[in-house]
C-alpha cells in the first residue's frame, strides 16, 4: 500500500505544502473555499491518513487524552470509561485507556509511556487514591485531573460524595427497623471506602447503635463470598451493607448457600448501581453514583485546562435506589 505524504498532496492539487498544511491544521484564514476543496478532495482521491504526531509538532496538540484505572474488570469503570471516552470524542480528542492492574509499577509506567506518546492529558483513577504528591515525580509538564479515587481533594478532579452515600444506606435500613447490621466494606487504604463506611456508621450512631461488625473486603464478589458465609454463620444480623455491588453478589451467593432468603431473611443494600445488578434476583437496593456522567465531566475539565489553562473540581452526590433486596425486618429479628 502507498503511503502518500503531505508533498504527494501538493503536487497533486497543485498547491504549496504550507498550504495543505494550513488545511490539514485547520488554519485556512484568507485561503479561497475553492483551493480548501481542492486539496480535500485531493485527500480523499488518495485516502490520505496524516501522522499525527508530526500533526502535534505544528499544533502543539496531538489530540491524544490518556486514563488510567485500576481494574477494567470491575463493572464500575467501563461506564466511567466511555463517558470519558465520549466527552473527549465531542471535543475532538481520542482516549487511550490503560489497565494498571491496581500496580503501582504499572500505574507509573503508563503515566511515562503516555507522556512519551505526547498526550496532551491525563484523567488519573489511581489504584488505591493516592495523591497527586504521590505521582508528582511522574505527572511533571501534564496536565492532569483525577477521577473517582483520591485521597485527598486534588486541585482538578470529580468524586462522589461517599460519605453522603454510606449515610443514605445506614439511614434505609434503620427506617425498615433494622438494628443488626453487618458492613463489608472495601480495602481500608482506599479513601473512598473509608468514607462509606464512615456515613454509614455515622447514620448508626444517631440511632445509638453500632454495627454488629465491619469486614474489610477488596471490592471483588469472592472476599465479600468468604466474609459472608463465616459472618452469617457466626453471628445473627439482619441486614448486610456492602460498599460495592460486587461484593453484594458475594452476599447473595453466601446467602443462598446458608439458605437464607433475601430480603425474608436477610437484607442487602449496596454501592454502585452497576448495570450487573440488573440481573440479580431479587432486585438489588444500592446507592447509585451517575458513573458516566462523573467520565464525562472529568474528560471536560481536563480539556478546560488543556486549552484554558484553568483548573476546577466537581463533586457529584449519590442517591438511595430502592428495589427488592431490602425490606422490613423480620418479626423477631432484632430480638
Not at 3 to 10: F, G, H, P, S
Request: glycine fraction near 8%; aromatic fraction near 6%; include cysteine.
Amino acid at each position: 500500500m502507498t503511503k502518500w505524504t503531505i508533498k504527494d498532496i501538493a503536487k497533486k492539487a497543485g498547491v504549496s505544502i504550507t498550504t495543505v498544511s494550513r488545511v490539514l491544521n485547520r488554519k485556512e484564514e484568507g485561503m479561497s473555499e475553492e483551493t480548501r476543496q481542492k486539496v480535500l478532495r485531493v485527500m480523499e482521491e488518495l485516502d490520505y491518513q496524516p501522522n499525527r504526531l508530526a500533526r502535534g509538532l505544528v499544533t502543539k496538540q496531538s489530540k491524544l487524552i490518556g486514563l488510567i484505572v485500576p481494574t477494567i474488570s470491575n463493572p464500575f469503570f467501563p461506564e466511567l470509561c466511555r463517558g470519558a471516552e465520549d466527552e473527549a470524542n465531542a471535543h475532538g480528542y481520542s482516549l487511550v485507556i490503560c489497565n494498571s492492574d491496581a500496580s503501582a509499577e504499572k500505574e507509573e509506567h503508563y503515566i511515562t509511556i503516555l507522556k512519551e506518546q505526547q498526550v496532551d492529558g491525563l484523567i488519573l483513577s489511581s489504584r488505591s487514591g493516592l495523591s497527586s504528591t504521590s505521582l508528582l515525580p511522574f505527572l511533571k509538564n501534564v496536565h492532569y485531573v483525577h477521577l473517582d479515587r483520591m485521597e485527598e481533594e486534588a486541585v482538578s478532579g470529580v468524586r462522589l460524595d461517599n460519605e453522603a452515600g454510606g449515610y443514605l444506606a445506614g439511614k434505609h435500613l434503620l427506617e425498615l427497623g433494622h438494628t443488626k447490621i453487618g458492613c463489608i466494606s472495601g480495602p481500608n487504604e482506599i479513601r473512598n471506602s473509608r468514607d462509606r463506611v464512615a456515613g454509614f456508621t455515622r447514620a448508626l450512631a444517631e440511632a445509638n447503635l453500632e454495627p454488629v461488625w465491619i469486614q474489610e473486603g477488596d471490592f471483588s464478589l469472592d472476599s465479600a463470598y468468604q466474609h459472608a458465609m463465616a459472618k452469617l454463620e457466626e453471628t445473627d444480623v439482619t441486614a448486610i451493607f456492602t460498599c460495592n455491588d460486587m461484593m453484594a453478589c458475594g452476599v447473595y451467593r453466601a446467602a443462598h448457600g446458608r439458605g437464607m432468603a433475601i430480603p425474608k431473611e436477610l437484607s442487602v443494600i449496596g454501592f454502585d448501581d452497576v448495570p450487573l445488578v440488573s440481573a440479580l434476583i431479587p432486585k438489588l437496593t444500592t446507592i447509585r453514583q451517575d458513573t458516566y456522567a462523573m467520565g464525562r465531566k472529568a474528560a471536560a475539565l481536563l480539556v478546560q485546562q488543556i486549552e484554558e489553562g484553568t483548573t476546577d473540581f466537581a463533586i457529584f452526590e449519590p442517591t438511595l435506589v430502592v428495589r427488592e433486596s431490602t425490606a422490613y425486618v423480620p418479626t423477631g429479628g432484632n430480638d
